[in-house]
């Protein structure tokens, strides 16, 4: 079980790294572990499926940098393999006057990201691309689209077996040592020799980091984001993507509409902490994971600063009628009765030991693993751009007659 590189992480960006390794450098010897017995269990088959333009990251950012990049990359790849999607669009509405500074700095950033069909809307402009929408101001993003991640991450599962590389289900990581030819790595099953290991394992990532980096100064603190759906009856009410302002001091986006690429309609989500880091329901708990994060000085800082955030959360988390009254700062008309449950998801929040949420996607390396340590949403989005700077870190290791650039 020898191999040049090893893939932890079965998920969108692990499954874009090996497509980008093996498109860069055929002759590798590569082999992605995923410990489920499928690829795209968790953040990638659970989320809802945008295609993000890049309009709210700051310029130069890795977020921006790879958003952008990774944005023409998925589509030209979708093109090429059939793989369907829709650039909907999507508009962000500003629903009172204190928001329009807020509204004015992502208009500015998307600019400054070269988005330059980004428009400013007047709130009559609003109503004729989203009729149903209640708000005083907006930016229509042209850009936005919806499309199935889970297809996406399938096609370039395949396409790296048509290239010879491996992929192996039900293989859980339990140690990295290191080994005569670079590392060794434990599974519940067996021990594979590799020159380098590239972590992208999620909501795993900070396990799989400090198997090598002990003191690691940050955790993965999980987010649980819970969704309606709009009855099928109510489904007029939306035409594209309805998204708010979001509160800049916290990285998510707030509850939103969007269209979906198999149809329907999400209504969603909220943002709570999760008392497990797989914990796609309200009654989910591990205690490991629970008293992981608890133990976490950077997370309790977290507690202390966004308590009052988090108990609103929580509350439209329990309560229906809560969450309606979210949802109607942009659709009045919007009815707790039009809503029926929907799917969750959880992120993979990186937290520093001072209490930081880490805002950009967070990539590090030492002598025998390259680690992707934070990488939410756009990853998703991003994933070739990702795998594309991942796999050149990883290239600059092995045989310099290897390409710069694809």
Request: charged letters at 20%.
């Amino acid at each position: 079980m020898q191999y040049d590189i090893l893939i932890i992480g079965g998920g969108i960006v692990g499954l874009a790294t090996a497509l980008r390794l093996k498109q860069q450098s055929p002759g590798l010897k590569i082999v992605l572990l995923e410990k489920e017995n499928s690829l795209a269990r968790h953040q990638t088959g659970n989320n809802s499926g945008v295609i993000h333009s890049g309009i709210y990251y700051k310029p130069g950012s890795l977020k921006a940098t790879n958003c952008i990049r990774g944005y023409h990359d998925l589509l030209r790849f979708c093109d090429q393999n059939g793989v369907p999607y829709d650039l909907c669009g999507k508009v962000i509405v500003a629903t009172s006057t204190a928001e329009l500074p807020a509204l004015e700095n992502i208009y500015t950033r998307g600019i400054g990201n070269g988005l330059d069909k980004i428009r400013k809307i007047s709130q009559g402009e609003l109503r004729e691309y989203e009729p149903h929408v209640a708000g005083i101001s907006g930016i229509h993003v042209p850009y936005t689209g919806i499309i199935d991640y889970t297809e996406v991450s399938l096609t370039y599962a395949r396409l790296i077996q048509e290239a010879d590389g491996e992929i192996r289900l039900g293989e859980r990581v339990l140690g990295i040592r290191p080994g005569s030819k670079g590392a060794e790595v434990v599974t519940g099953h067996q021990t594979f020799t590799t020159q380098l290991v590239i972590n992208c394992a999620g909501l795993f990532s900070d396990r799989i980091a400090a198997l090598t980096q002990p003191g690691l100064d940050i955790r993965i603190i999980p987010f649980r984001g819970e969704y309606y759906e709009l009855k099928p009856e109510k489904e007029y009410l939306v035409k594209g993507l309805i998204y708010p302002v979001p509160d800049p001091n916290f990285p998510f986006l707030g509850v939103h509409f969007t269209r979906m690429i198999k149809g329907g309609v999400e209504a969603g989500p909220n943002a709570v902490f999760a008392f497990k880091r797989e914990g796609y329901q309200k009654t989910d708990f591990d205690w490991t994971d629970f008293s992981d994060s608890l133990a976490w000085p950077g997370f309790r800082k977290v507690a202390l600063r966004y308590w009052s955030t988090g108990l609103g959360e929580y509350y439209r988390s329990f309560s229906k009628a809560a969450f309606t009254k979210a949802l109607q700062k942009l659709i009045p008309e919007v009815r707790e009765e039009d809503l029926k449950p929907g799917s969750a998801g959880v992120r993979a929040q990186a937290c520093d030991r001072t209490g930081g949420l880490v805002d950009d996607f967070l990539i590090f390396e030492d002598q025998h693993i390259i680690n992707v340590c934070n990488a939410p949403s756009p990853a998703a989005t991003s994933s070739l751009s990702i795998g594309r700077t991942v796999s050149e870190m990883a290239l600059k290791r092995f045989a310099s007659d290897v390409p710069a650039a694809f």
